[in-house]
């Protein structure tokens, strides 16, 4: 597997999750889609880097667990503290909705669902392929009779089914699945003499699965759970897309798109406070978008360094005093 094809997944997870809180920047409705799809692709990248990692150097749950949580909890907190400078009850309620568990609805929350799947995880990775390959088919099965009951029992279901309620922690935890079921099936790069087919290919599914989407989205809403099927065909296919490309003609880019991916965890947290200032800001359409996107990158690829260099020392020190 070509691990660097996979910066252009996360990088598009997060600029898909960027654009669906743009609605109030754009001029015609419905530009500001994708978010569900790429909570999806990041929930999915991230069974696959924690699934590789894992292999890559087994560790106990301990070093594991202690390790995560400062590479992810320590920049979480600089990024949340920088968005709420001056405001300690800003700071203190939002890292109280990210970091914990305390309501129902964080079951659709993208953070506090990571949390719960990051906890899933060394469970979920004693399961052998076969064992991996059989949850998840249960959980497809699971959420098609959750959802026939619902609708028999006339239970209120939300208006973006299956991107709300319990659907969309399903969704979640299928796609984290389904990362490490094609990392433990090693189902690795389709570059190669196919490539291109499989790029082709690959575009045709993402085009159709995604028009039936919409589609569905403006006809009867009681079709519209087929969008959960839909949506995973089409994380599938980016990812059959990504890793079909071949990663040597884009090499001279790719430290670029390493630091835009790596940079992706505090574009979510920062973005929300840079559409806030474009909002106030004399600036038309489409340059407002392009400036929500520029100023969000830009500003989480220097909390990120300083971050990483935060995170890294506290473990140099963690270790330096184990020994």
């Not at 991230?46 to 292999?55: D, K, Q, R, V």
């Not at 700071?91 to 990571?114: E, G, M, R, Y």
């Not at 299956?162 to 969704?171: A, N, V």
């Not at 690795?188 to 790029?199: D, M, R």
């Amino acid at each position: 597997m070509i691990i660097s094809n996979l910066v252009f997944l996360r990088i598009l997870a997060i600029l898909l999750i960027v654009n669906a809180h743009l609605g109030d920047l754009y001029p015609f409705p419905h530009l500001d889609f994708g978010g569900h799809l790429g909570d999806s692709i990041f929930y999915f990248i991230s069974g696959i880097g924690l699934t590789l990692s894992f292999l890559k150097k087994p560790v106990n749950a301990s070093s594991w667990a202690k390790k995560r949580i400062i590479k992810i909890v320590i920049p979480l907190l600089m990024y949340i503290g920088v968005m709420n400078l001056g405001n300690w009850r800003g700071f203190a309620d939002t890292s109280f909705n990210i970091l914990t568990w305390h309501d129902v609805d964080q079951l659709t929350s993208f953070f506090p669902v990571l949390w719960a799947l990051y906890l899933l995880f060394l469970p979920l990775n004693k399961l052998t392929v076969t064992g991996t390959r059989n949850m998840l088919v249960f959980l497809m099965v699971f959420a098609f009779m959750l959802f026939i009951y619902r609708t028999r029992t006339l239970s209120v279901i939300p208006s973006g089914l299956p991107s709300s309620d319990i659907f969309f922690s399903l969704t979640a935890f299928i796609s984290f699945l389904l990362g490490m079921y094609v990392t433990k099936k090693n189902v690795g790069s389709f570059t190669g003499k196919n490539g291109l087919i499989i790029a082709v290919v690959s575009t045709s599914i993402i085009l159709c699965s995604q028009g039936m989407h919409h589609y569905i989205l403006s006809i009867d809403k009681k079709y519209i759970f087929i969008n959960f099927y839909l949506n995973f065909l089409t994380v599938i296919a980016f990812y059959m897309l990504a890793t079909s490309i071949n990663a040597k003609g884009v090499s001279r880019f790719l430290p670029f798109l390493q630091e835009m991916a790596l940079s992706s965890l505090a574009v979510f947290i920062v973005h929300v406070k840079i559409i806030e200032i474009i909002k106030m800001a004399p600036i038309q359409f489409p340059y407002n978008i392009a400036c929500v996107y520029l100023y969000s990158f830009i500003f989480a690829y220097s909390l990120t360094k300083v971050s990483n260099y935060a995170g890294n020392y506290v473990l140099g020190r963690i270790s330096a005093s184990n020994h």
